[in-house]
């Protein structure tokens, strides 16, 4: 008799130390709830705003704010560990550690800082763990916007005219930093901190005014702030996935009924609502328009190097349609009602199968590091 297959063995890890704590803990409720409990054995690993790991039931603990329900727990950046550990924390005593469950892969639902940056991935590559999505130099330029947009202009592709401010020239000299602000932008812009998602902390600005309040709103969460020229333009987004052979799904569109797809459009908005934003899924354009769309899409996954998943935000001048590279998120939303999911769908690979493809993909670059060389022996002069 065959013996059976051991089930695979998934680390989720969730919440996190950002300004989208709790976007983090909704996508990762529908990751938990869709991963096919026949085939993985599931670990839920969840991190607290300040920072802390937990294990237990960290879910319920942080959805509660009561983390000191759950276990504290750590991962050591060991290889020849690969497991997360309970932490147990005795008066007087030393602290001991347990093994909770050996990990054959781990999926990071972090959204923003601390999480999508490459922090967290860098963790995962001294603890030799294989995870889901992009690497460390993928995610940390697909997190910061500044260094993206510059990225993609060094590749030739397109962006909207911008400006990087520093927190500390901003405190320093604000009237001077507005003044070089106008001499190359014009109302209405965009200010957004450089390293943060689902819209937290984004202003539209129309004056001087605006621009000034939208600057002190971006500087409370980044010291890096980035100043973009707004466009009567239509929001489009492609889910791409994939390692060294990306794919991408079909191109769908946001249509906000607010200013712009904002935080509260994103996740407050109740469903039927006047505000209710429109996802347009896929997007009313030509055949040649949706092509091009998914070929900048492509250009720019590949051109930070990105793995795994991303989902690519681009714009599209209503006057004349041409189209701008707006922004990738490495860890996109992933409740089932977000747009990388039913990007997805719309593109016949439904929400469960999705997930099994990015744990494939995960093992598959881990094979191909696996194989690289790791000592050098220097031939004779």
Not at 96 to 113: F, K, R, W, Y
Not at 248 to 270: H, I, L, N, Q
Not at 312 to 336: C, H, K, W
Request: charged share 25%; net charge negative; glycine share 8%.
């Amino acid at each position: 008799m065959a013996e059976k297959k051991r089930k695979l063995r998934v680390g989720v890890i969730f919440g996190g130390r950002s300004g989208e704590h709790e976007v983090s803990l909704q996508s990762a409720q529908s990751v938990l709830a869709a991963l096919d409990k026949e085939k993985y054995e599931v670990t839920p690993i969840g991190i607290t705003r300040q920072g802390g790991w937990l294990t237990g039931d960290p879910m319920t603990a942080l959805m509660a704010g009561q983390a000191a329900a759950a276990q504290p727990a750590t991962l050591l950046p060991d290889p020849e560990s690969a497991a997360l550990l309970q932490v147990e924390r005795m008066a007087a005593q030393p602290a001991t550690m347990s093994e909770v469950a050996h990990l054959d892969v781990i999926i990071p639902i972090l959204h923003g800082p601390n999480g999508e940056d490459g922090t967290v991935q860098g963790l995962l590559e001294l603890a030799g763990i294989p995870y889901v999505g992009a690497g460390v130099v993928g995610s940390a330029v697909g997190m910061d916007k500044a260094i993206f947009k510059a990225v993609m202009q060094a590749h030739d592709l397109p962006v909207l005219p911008w400006k990087l401010v520093l927190k500390s020239e901003w405190l320093a000299d604000a009237d001077g930093v507005l003044e070089a602000i106008e001499a190359i932008l014009a109302y209405p812009v965009f200010t957004k901190p450089a390293n943060l998602g689902s819209s937290v902390g984004i202003c539209k600005c129309r004056s001087r005014e605006e621009l000034r309040a939208g600057l002190d709103e971006a500087a409370q969460y980044d010291r890096r702030l980035i100043v973009e020229q707004g466009i009567n333009a239509r929001e489009l987004e492609v889910a791409v996935l994939g390692n060294e052979e990306p794919q991408a799904s079909v191109v769908g569109e946001v249509r906000p009924r607010r200013v712009f797809y904002d935080y509260v459009a994103k996740y407050m908005t109740p469903p039927g609502s006047a505000e209710e934003s429109e996802l347009l899924i896929p997007a009313p354009l030509s055949e040649a328009q949706a092509d091009q769309v998914r070929e900048l899409a492509l250009a720019a996954y590949r051109a930070i190097d990105c793995a795994g998943l991303g989902r690519v935000d681009l714009l599209m001048d209503r006057q004349s349609g041409a189209v701008y590279l707006n922004e990738i998120n490495t860890i996109p939303g992933f409740t089932r009602i977000s747009m990388y999911p039913k990007l997805w769908e719309a593109s016949g690979l439904p929400y469960p199968r999705l997930l099994d493809k990015l744990i494939e993909l995960a093992l598959a670059r881990e094979e191909q590091k696996a194989a690289l060389k790791r000592t050098y022996e220097a031939g004779p002069a």
